[in-house]
């Protein structure tokens, strides 16, 4: 079906920065939408940001101003660029995709750790 492979995650001060990737595989079509969410200890499964191959995008009001997402359409790669990181913003980062047009089910990669500490 569709395999999603996340690579970048790892230990930052505050302040810092990393960037997310995620490689897309399979059956993918013209019209989806990619996109990140991240679950912290003890929290549920929270969106973070997701851009659609039309271009739109959206984000986590914790997220705005810090946080972009974008697309490398062509390889189906999709990326996380995170700055003015938080300790709040540790938690395990998943990448997903929905196929549109027709509307499909959310795959999920297996998600990559991100830890904000001094």
């Known amino acids: 079906q569709v395999q999603l492979v996340e690579s970048g995650g790892g230990l930052v001060q505050p302040g810092g920065s990393l960037r997310l990737s995620c490689a897309a595989s399979?059956?993918?079509?013209?019209?989806?939408?990619m996109g990140w969410y991240r679950q912290a200890p003890g929290k549920e499964r929270e969106l973070v940001a997701t851009?659609?191959?039309?271009?739109?995008?959206t984000y986590a009001d914790s997220v705005k101003g810090r946080f972009t997402i974008s697309r490398d359409n062509a390889g189906n790669t999709v990326y996380l660029q995170m700055n003015s990181l938080k300790p709040e913003d540790t938690a395990v980062y998943y990448c997903?995709?929905?196929?549109?047009?027709?509307?499909?089910?959310?795959?999920w990669g297996k998600g990559t750790p991100v830890t904000v500490s001094p």
């Open positions: 997903s995709l929905r196929n549109l047009i027709p509307n499909g089910l959310v795959y």
């Open positions: 851009r659609r191959t039309s271009g739109i995008t």
């Open positions: 399979g059956s993918i079509f013209g019209a989806n939408v």
